[in-house]
Each structure stands twice: as C-alpha cells, then as structure tokens.
T-cell receptor, first 111, second 114 residues
Framework: QQQVKQSPQSLIVQKGGISIINCAYE??????FPWYQQFPGKGPALLIA?????SEKKEGRFTISFNKSAKQFSLHIMDSQPGDSATYFC??????????FGAGTILRVKS | DGGITQSPKYLFRKEGQNVTLSCEQN?????MYWYRQDPGQGLRLIYY???????QKGDIAEGYSVSREKKESFPLTVTSAQKNPTAFYLC???FGQGLSSEQYFGPGTRLTVT
C-alpha cells in the first residue's frame, strides 16, 4: 500500500524566512501530488499541486519541487508570515482517485 | 455558493450510542470520502463512494457505516462497535476517477464520546 513519509513533524521559522517541508512516496502509477493547509478546527484546503511532467510549480510564495527519480517532493514557503502558521499535509495518489496523506507538519512562524 | 457542508460542528454522545454525521456537497462531484483525523496521524480514509448507490471500505472502516442515496449526500454513521470514536471527522469530494482527483474538504465535525 502506498505510504507517504513527511518531515519534519514540526517547524519553527522566523518571519521572512523560508519554510521547507519534505515528503517521500513509494511506487505509483499516478502522477498528482497535492499539498493541503489546515488551520486549527478547520478542514484542510488545497494549497498547491503538481503533476510530475514539471519539476517545479510556483504559486505566489509557495513552491513545490518534485524529484521523480528520488520519489520526493517538497513544499517551500518563501517570506514566511505568521498567517502561514498551520498544519501542512502532503498527499500522493493511490489506486484510483484516492489519496494517501502524510502525517502532517505543524508550522509556526514567529513574528 | 458552492462547497461542502458538514453538520454539526461539534457532537457529543454517550458510549454505546450510534451517531450520524452529515455531509452535503453542491459541487456536482461524483466521488465523496470520509476521513478521520487524530493528532499526529494525518488523515485516514474510512469510506469512499465513486457513484450513487455504491461505496467501498477505506483503511479503517470497522465500526462505521455509510450510505450514498443521492449524489450530493454521503452521511457517516459511527456505530457503538467503533472502539475509539472520539476524533475529528472530515468529508471530502472530488470529480471522480482519473488524474484530476483534487479533493475538497468540508469544515469537519468534532465528535466526542464519553
């Protein structure tokens, strides 16, 4: 069964710094890797996603880097802000249109 | 205003009682999902449904049941057989099969069983 290993579990970054969260996945025949952002007491919201026909996708301050040969992908948050403090989940596809999620990374941006 | 609604936001039940969590979507999505979220464990799939009147067990289906009588509705029943039901429950939906399986989540229901 597909598993996704996410690291670190928690991360503290100074305001204006770069937050980096990494995920590794196992074999998959499907190519879609989303990241979700979740604030306390809320449902996760799709933040950004990548299909590995590209190695990088940028949306504003958020960038996904994808390394297909290493089966790894990462989320970079540039110029991190206190409002970015949340839990971030990576996910990878598994048999059909289901997703398997990483365990999550709790990000705290200190002002 | 399109989206996924879950009700109630908070739910309290006594041990031994069944409880049903509501999930409704007006996104015209074919597929719907139920997840359970516990601290430090990410999201675990309970049940999913790709079309009306059909659903499949996910990874942790024991003690849960679902129905899919309408495209827009996918209620989850937490039965008394679920050994540790206290958790945050999330409903999601997507357009369906294939690579474009972006899932959109509802706001969640926090269930506390004492």
């Amino acid at each position: 069964q597909q598993q996704v290993k996410q690291s670190p579990q928690s991360l503290i970054v100074q305001k204006g710094g770069i937050s980096i969260i990494n995920c590794a996945y196992e074999n998959t025949a499907f190519d879609y890797f989303p990241w979700y952002q979740q604030f306390p007491g809320k449902g996760p919201a799709l933040l950004i996603a990548i299909r590995p026909d590209v190695s990088e996708k940028k949306e504003g301050r958020f960038t996904i880097s994808f390394n297909k040969s290493a089966k790894q992908f990462s989320l970079h948050i540039m110029d991190s802000q206190p409002g970015d403090s949340a839990t971030y989940f990576c996910a990878a596809p598994r048999d059909g249109n289901k997703l398997v999620f990483g365990a999550g990374t709790i990000l705290r941006v200190k002002s | 205003d399109g989206g996924i609604t879950q009700s109630p936001k908070y739910l309290f039940r006594k041990e031994g009682q069944n409880v049903t969590l509501s999930c409704e979507q007006n996104l015209n999505h074919d597929a719907m999902y139920w997840y359970r979220q516990d601290p430090g464990q990410g999201l675990r799939l309970i049940y999913y449904s790709q079309i009306v009147n059909d659903f499949q067990k996910g990874d942790i289906a024991e003690g849960y049941s679902v129905s899919r009588e309408k495209k827009e509705s996918f209620p989850l029943t937490v039965t008394s057989a679920q050994k540790n039901p206290t958790a945050f429950y999330l409903c999601a939906s997507s357009f369906g099969q294939g690579l474009s399986s972006e899932q959109y989540f509802g706001p969640g229901t926090r269930l506390t069983v004492t």
